[in-house]
């Protein structure tokens, strides 16, 4: 695979950002001696050239990601890393749960059940974090 590496630089500045300094190296183990070119592509393409674009702010890219994960339905990994992404980016817990509820009609009742449960912990932590700076 032929590196790119401005993509690759924008997409693992982002990635730290959004996800903290080992975020790299954990994908990286993940994928070791699998494919490590999925590693390649997720921090060049879709880190460095699609959620590094101009036009849409972070917030606003994660709440699409997170909507993308719920009416999916399976991917929780995911679901639970763009959460805490939207977070670090400054999505308030409102923000996140309107998104998911949102999806009602469209993703169905089960789904955004399903990803709020497994979202409880990071979005009752954002509303203890919140309650205990006032």
């Not at 590196?3 to 190296?25: D, F, N, V």
């Not at 991917?75 to 939207?86: D, F, K």
């Not at 749960?97 to 912990?121: K, P, T, W």
Request: glycine fraction near 8%; aromatic fraction near 2%.
């Amino acid at each position: 695979m032929l590196s790119q590496p401005i993509l690759r630089e924008r997409g693992a500045t982002l990635l730290e950002q959004l996800h903290g300094s080992g975020a790299a190296q954990a994908l990286k183990a993940e994928m070791d001696g699998l494919c490590p070119d999925f590693v390649e592509m997720s921090i060049e393409w879709a880190l460095g050239g699609v959620m590094a674009r101009p036009g849409l702010d972070l917030i606003t890219r994660e709440l699409v990601v997170i909507a993308s994960c719920v009416t999916l339905g399976h991917s929780v990994t995911q679901l639970r890393a763009h959460v805490h992404a939207a977070l670090v980016a400054g999505a308030t817990r409102e923000q996140i749960i309107e998104s998911m509820l949102q999806l009602m009609f469209y993703a169905g009742g089960a789904s955004v059940s399903n990803a709020l449960a497994h979202c409880r912990d990071l979005l009752v932590a954002e509303t203890d974090s919140i309650t205990a700076a006032e």
